[in-house]
């Protein structure tokens, strides 16, 4: 299943190359309120049994060819954007070149996780948004990153019970500024450096877990301009998915909707005005955005 929202806002279900109006059909079977967001969508579809009947409603309604519809961001006012830091080696290593970063490889799994940091949702763009360089600063790469969505309420859960609260899964763009806050080992400016608008870049679409047998086993791909920057596979992440779910209900209730992003592999590049980016995620699909400069 793939949710997305579409046009002027709507919630929507994709079934091949259609799009159905999922909000009115859930709201109609009284699973929802009427005007829904998606965060109270996604709580429905994961925790109300009376959903399957919304959702045999949506597949009746009358489809909207996907090729026409506007993709926004499928999600825009999450409980809580976390997002893992350094979480692949090898990005560890690059970023002691580019910018400094102190050395992590002595850090304990728990003592890396407790880097993750929070972005704002009014960082979020959607597909094919624009990525606006602020004119403080003159280094800001992408980061490409497989994003999970909680669906259930997660306090206290085991590594072994962590995919039980996932609803399902989506593409993630952590835009950052290197400069001036995150030279040097700086990086208690994160929050700021990471959450200026347009730099959460989130999409095309939310794909349900059962789409993903393996968060650890998936690729991803990014080109810029064309070229092929970035090629990883998320089973090279310190800490998996499973463990971010564990450590972060230790410190804070994980509510339906929260987005849990896992950190970028190497291959983040700088980005310039007019630049086009585009990725792959396996099992999820593919998102493209445009760059350009503050006026």
Known sequence: MKICRYNAGDAGLIDGDSIYPLGDALAATGVVRAGATMTEIIDALANQPGAAAGLAAARSGKPLALVTAKLRAPTINPPAIWAAAANYRAHQAEMKVRVGAYDRTQLSADDLMAEVFLKPASSIVGPGGTVILPKISKHVDFECELCAVIGKSARKVTAEQALDYVFGYTMCWDISIRDPWGVGGRHNTRNIRKGFDTFCGVG????????????????????????????????????????????????????????????????????????????????????????????
């Open 204 to 295: 095309p679409w939310i794909v349900s877990k059962d789409e993903i047998k393996e968060p650890q086993d998936v690729h991803i791909t990014v080109e810029q301009n064309g070229k092929t920057v970035m090629q990883a596979h998320t089973a090279d992440m310190i800490n998996g998915l499973r463990d971010l779910i564990r450590f972060l209900s230790s410190v804070t209730t994980l509510q339906p909707g929260t987005l849990i992003t896992t950190g970028t592999p190497a291959g983040v590049s700088k980005l310039a005005p007019g630049d086009h980016l585009k990725g792959t995620i396996g099992g999820i699909g593919t998102m493209e955005l445009d760059v350009a400069a503050e006026q």
